[in-house]
């Protein structure tokens, strides 16, 4: 089950959070829903995670679902740098609502608009090379923030980049529910028998095989970060395509070039193209293996 089978009313969340008020639903997916609300009379984006019900003999899945909003939770806490998104005041609170059990948290309200709103505006204009150096450069701090912990998004996409007003905090990336720990016990159950998780357009090459937890690193963020910042450059995604189904999805990921970036944005430096070029190589000893020198690099582009 998911959410879009399940109608959450505000004023059924508010009964069942009586500290959060002015609850106004912004966005949903998979199993999480993510509202505009009042807490402590601090706007803050609540977030309401969907705990599946499962079958007697499979609670093991319910312990997964929720071991991984521990671990975005922990994440979000342990991390300090202002690239990732930062919690906020309501601590994680199991509630139920309709018959449904949900965990509910708050992070920082963001101003600004995902970079994949942007990227879909046909009025917005393409990005300059200064804010794309910068846009390249924080989210290099945010892997490397998350790396330190031995953590991987998992997820980087222009739909988790959100780009701010804040000249002093441009970009922040957003939503860890799936990170991969290399340093605690694995989280999915069975996972022989389950699909990869992530978003499919997005997924480096190596989180294909099912021994990816045996070699996973920093590396396969740098890949979706790569694809994050070519697509923003470019408004167009350096392999999927829109009428693509999944087997198509996948096949262009396993075999075909992405396009090169200097083709479609001759204005941008070479060097900062081949770079983003050289992320989204599809064997991962060839992206860079450095991200205190790919860093430096790109500052000094």
């Known amino acids: 089950m998911n959410l879009n089978s399940i109608v959450i009313k505000s004023d059924e969340v508010s009964l069942a959070l009586p500290m959060v008020s002015d609850i106004v639903e912004i966005n949903r997916g998979g199993f999480k829903i993510v509202y505009s609300a009042k807490i402590k009379n601090k706007k803050e984006a609540l977030?309401?995670?969907?705990?599946?019900?499962?079958?007697?003999?499979?609670?093991?899945l319910r312990y997964e679902c929720l071991g991984r909003v521990k671990r975005e939770i922990n994440v979000l806490a342990n991390c300090k740098r202002p690239e990732i998104v930062k919690l906020g005041t309501l601590a994680p609170t199991e509630?139920?609502?309709n018959g449904h059990t949900f965990i509910a948290y708050s992070e920082?309200?963001?101003?600004?608009?995902t970079l994949l709103e942007i990227v879909n505006d046909q009025n917005a204009q393409n990005p300059n090379w200064p804010e794309l150096k910068t846009l390249t450069i924080l989210l290099l701090k945010a892997i490397q923030e998350l790396w330190a912990h031995k953590i991987i998004h998992r997820d980087i996409k222009p739909g988790n980049v959100m780009r701010l007003a804040d000249s002093r905090r441009l970009y922040v990336l957003l939503d860890l529910g799936i990170a991969f720990s290399i340093a605690e016990t694995h989280l999915t159950v069975l996972p022989e028998q389950r699909q990869p998780i992530g978003t499919w357009r997005y997924m480096a090459p190596e989180m294909l095989r099912q021994n990816f937890r045996d070699t996973v690193s920093f590396r396969s963020d740098l890949?979706?970060?790569?694809?994050?910042?070519?697509?923003?450059?470019?408004?167009?995604?350096?392999?999927?395509?829109?009428?693509d189904d999944l087997f198509q999805t996948v096949t262009r990921?396993?075999?075909?070039?992405?396009?090169?970036?200097?083709?479609?944005r001759p204005d941008l430096p070479k060097a900062f193209c081949s770079l983003i070029d050289q992320t989204m190589k599809k064997i991962p000893a060839l992206r860079p293996g450095n991200i205190e020198n790919l860093i430096q690099t790109v500052e000094d582009l």
């Open 253 to 264: 990921i396993v075999s075909q070039e992405p396009k090169q970036l200097i083709d479609l």
């Open 47 to 60: 977030k309401l995670v969907l705990i599946p019900a499962v079958p007697q003999g499979q609670e093991q």
């Open 108 to 113: 920082e309200f963001l101003e600004g608009k």
């Open 223 to 243: 890949y979706t970060m790569g694809q994050t910042v070519f697509e923003y450059a470019a408004k167009i995604h350096p392999l999927a395509r829109n009428s």
């Open 95 to 97: 509630i139920t609502i």
